[in-house]
């Protein structure tokens, strides 16, 4: 049965209005606020006030006393506080996938997976709270002892991009909370609904358990303010920060100018190799999840597709049939499988992507229009769209944040490994193929350049046990399972003298006291 997210009177849709800043009780003092409007039909859903100054120096100084708090309480006990949480989620996952289909515009069983998504990384982080294991090694000298152990961070900044309004947080959070750190969230202005019901489901459960204002915040507004005033924060230790790349150069530089640590998780322009040899069933149905869901606007979106010479012909024209077959429209319809972009910003992208793209020689087998009849006047809708397209294509190069998929045809596995390779961002990349040595020369170190390889399955939809992020544009950052956690905890080695001597390492003599 769906459990109504409590902050809304009325089945979800209604438009309200509601504070940004949240530091254990919802606070607001300024007049300015963000219009959300749904990208289903450009209706607002609500108004939410932007953090202040001085609210956002109440929620670092809340987070700074909470952390005194919380560092000191068992991690299991706070795997304790996250298990709670996960529950808490699985009770409010159709509501929850609902406002996130409603505000970012996914279709709904993508909604609901992002939550699904928050719940595993909530089960995830529970387990690991009695895992998080330092190593004993032997030490050179006698009777003492060589250890490395970890210690809570401090308040952690989480800078969310719209695409995921939920997942990415969680990914962060739960990780986070488990390793001892307080949070502080800035999610995008362009979903600050779902950001506003996570933090209320997890606030019910740190009210039940009575534990201290200022463990999860949230503040609210632009990047170029909020976000700005984050990064530059020597109060906040760690800055996790998803979204483009120009972002995340940006941050990247604030940060390491107070010596600050960051984990950016920037943009992509996955690629993925047909082999010959390919099972065309499989690569059918992975190349249309990974195009297409999220109207092509996940950070992991297949964008190049490279297929070998003998199967191009065949490949494009089952691809360019089950594209015009794609049912695009409201995403709260069962049949729809691509709803609307974002933003009208959104739409002009596409719009001048594909201009760029014909000017520069690409051929549109499919798509290229933005929709605008009947009912997708009020929303942003496009329609997806594939491109024969040749390597000197400056298009190749972006990350245009919209389902527009380039088909690009090679003759032999080094060209295509060379083609995927030849672009500046590294997140996620595939192959297709039966054959073993293809297999593993694509993950082999002369292979893909990216954070994630996959043989036979597409670029995107991860599992959350597994480190995600990526290599050079993309920012190199690691988030979610294997030992993401590193980075949200202080390593300290610890070296513990038990015996009556004082030996120094390295056998050194020094005055007449020390012997070696
Ligand atoms: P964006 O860069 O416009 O915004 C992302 C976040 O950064 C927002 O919260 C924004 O307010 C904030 N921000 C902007 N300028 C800032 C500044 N100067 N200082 C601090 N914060 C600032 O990105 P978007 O359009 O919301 O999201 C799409 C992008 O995110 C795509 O490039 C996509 O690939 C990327 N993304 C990457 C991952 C990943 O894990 N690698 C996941 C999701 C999205």
């Given at each position: 049965m769906?459990?109504?997210?409590?902050?809304f009177?009325?089945?979800?849709?209604k438009?309200?209005h509601?504070s940004?800043?949240?530091?254990?009780?919802?606070?607001e003092?300024?007049?300015?606020?963000i219009?959300?409007?749904?990208?289903?039909?450009?209706?607002?859903l609500g108004h939410?006030?932007?953090?202040?100054?001085?609210?956002y120096?109440?929620?670092?100084?809340?987070?700074q006393?909470?952390?005194?708090v919380?560092?000191?309480?068992?991690a299991?006990?706070?795997g304790e506080?996250?298990?709670?949480?996960?529950?808490?989620?699985?009770k409010?996952?159709?509501?929850?996938g609902?406002?996130?289909t409603?505000?970012?515009g996914k279709?709904?069983p993508?909604g609901?997976?992002?939550?699904q998504e928050?719940?595993?990384?909530?089960?995830?982080?529970v387990g690991?709270?009695?895992?998080l294991?330092?190593?004993?090694?032997?030490s050179?000298?006698?009777?003492?002892?060589l250890?490395e152990q970890?210690h809570?961070?401090?308040?952690?900044g989480?800078?969310t991009?719209f695409?995921f309004p939920?997942?990415v947080?969680?990914w962060?959070?739960m990780?986070?909370?488990v390793?001892g750190?307080?949070?502080i969230?800035?999610?995008?202005?362009?979903?600050?609904l779902?950001?506003?019901?996570?933090?209320?489901i997890?606030?019910?459960?740190l009210?039940?358990?009575?534990?201290?204002?200022?463990i999860?915040n949230?503040v609210t507004?632009?990047?170029?303010?909020?976000g700005e005033a984050?990064?530059?924060?020597?109060?906040?230790?760690?800055?996790?920060?998803t979204?483009?790349v120009?972002?995340?150069?940006h941050v990247?530089?604030v940060?390491?100018?107070?010596?600050?640590?960051s984990?950016?998780?920037l943009?992509?322009?996955n690629g993925?190799?047909?082999?010959?040899d390919a099972?065309?069933?499989?690569?059918?149905?992975?190349?249309?999840?990974g195009?297409v869901?999220?109207?092509?606007?996940?950070?992991?979106t297949?964008?190049?597709l490279?297929i070998h010479?003998?199967?191009?012909?065949?490949?494009?024209?089952?691809l360019t049939g089950?594209?015009?077959?794609i049912?695009?429209?409201?995403?709260?319809?069962p049949?729809?499988?691509m709803?609307?972009?974002?933003d009208?910003e959104a739409?002009?992208?596409?719009e001048?992507a594909?201009?760029?793209?014909v000017k520069?020689?690409?051929?549109?087998?499919?798509?290229?229009r933005?929709?605008?009849?009947g009912?997708?006047?009020e929303g942003?809708?496009?329609e997806?769209?594939?491109?024969?397209?040749h390597?000197?294509?400056?298009?190749?190069?972006?990350e245009?944040?919209?389902?527009?998929?380039?088909?690009l045809?090679f003759?032999t596995?080094e060209?295509?490994?060379?083609?995927?390779?030849?672009v500046?961002?590294?997140?996620?990349s595939a192959m297709?193929?039966?054959?073993?040595r293809?297999?593993?020369?694509?993950?082999g170190?002369?292979?893909?350049d990216?954070?994630?390889a996959n043989?036979n399955?597409?670029?995107?939809?991860?599992?959350?046990g597994?480190a995600?992020?990526?290599?050079?544009e993309?920012?190199g950052?690691r988030?979610a399972?294997?030992?993401?956690?590193k980075?949200?905890?202080?390593?300290?080695?610890?070296?513990?003298n038990?015996?009556?001597?004082?030996?120094?390492?390295?056998g050194?003599?020094f005055?007449?006291?020390?012997?070696?």
């Amino acid at each position: 049965m769906e459990t109504h997210l409590p902050f809304f009177e009325h089945p979800l849709g209604k438009t309200f209005h509601h504070s940004g800043t949240f530091h254990g009780h919802w606070h607001e003092e300024g007049a300015e606020r963000i219009r959300d409007e749904s990208p289903v039909d450009g209706a607002a859903l609500g108004h939410v006030s932007v953090t202040t100054e001085n609210d956002y120096e109440e929620t670092i100084q809340k987070a700074q006393e909470a952390f005194l708090v919380w560092r000191s309480i068992p991690a299991p006990k706070r795997g304790e506080i996250v298990r709670q949480m996960g529950l808490r989620f699985r009770k409010y996952k159709a509501s929850l996938g609902r406002l996130i289909t409603l505000e970012m515009g996914k279709i709904l069983p993508e909604g609901e997976g992002e939550v699904q998504e928050l719940i595993d990384i909530a089960d995830f982080a529970v387990g690991l709270s009695r895992q998080l294991y330092g190593m004993t090694t032997q030490s050179e000298r006698p009777s003492h002892r060589l250890y490395e152990q970890w210690h809570p961070l401090g308040p952690v900044g989480i800078i969310t991009a719209f695409n995921f309004p939920v997942a990415v947080f969680g990914w962060n959070a739960m990780i986070a909370l488990v390793c001892g750190d307080t949070l502080i969230w800035k999610p995008s202005s362009k979903t600050p609904l779902s950001a506003i019901a996570v933090i209320r489901i997890m606030d019910e459960v740190l009210k039940e358990n009575d534990l201290p204002e200022g463990i999860v915040n949230l503040v609210t507004g632009p990047g170029a303010a909020t976000g700005e005033a984050l990064a530059g924060d020597k109060r906040i230790p760690l800055i996790s920060a998803t979204g483009s790349v120009r972002m995340g150069k940006h941050v990247a530089r604030v940060v390491a100018g107070r010596l600050g640590r960051s984990i950016l998780e920037l943009g992509g322009n996955n690629g993925v190799i047909l082999m010959e040899d390919a099972n065309l069933e499989l690569a059918l149905q992975a190349v249309l999840f990974g195009a297409v869901g999220t109207a092509g606007q996940r950070c992991t979106t297949i964008r190049r597709l490279m297929i070998h010479e003998g199967i191009l012909d065949q490949f494009s024209e089952r691809l360019t049939g089950a594209y015009r077959a794609i049912q695009v429209g409201n995403p709260l319809e069962p049949r729809t499988l691509m709803g609307p972009l974002i933003d009208g910003e959104a739409v002009a992208q596409f719009e001048t992507a594909v201009e760029t793209i014909v000017k520069e020689g690409g051929k549109i087998l499919s798509g290229g229009r933005v929709l605008k009849e009947g009912s997708y006047a009020e929303g942003f809708y496009v329609e997806p769209t594939l491109v024969l397209a040749h390597p000197e294509m400056s298009m190749l190069q972006k990350e245009t944040f919209a389902p527009i998929l380039y088909l690009l045809p090679f003759k032999t596995r080094e060209e295509a490994i060379s083609l995927h390779n030849a672009v500046s961002q590294g997140l996620s990349s595939a192959m297709f193929t039966q054959n073993l040595r293809h297999a593993e020369t694509f993950l082999g170190p002369a292979g893909s350049d990216c954070g994630i390889a996959n043989i036979n399955i597409g670029t995107s939809g991860a599992e959350i046990g597994g480190a995600f992020g990526g290599e050079k544009e993309t920012g190199g950052g690691r988030e979610a399972g294997s030992d993401a956690w590193k980075a949200y905890m202080r390593r300290q080695t610890c070296t513990l003298n038990w015996g009556e001597d004082m030996p120094l390492a390295q056998g050194i003599r020094f005055g007449s006291g020390c012997t070696t």
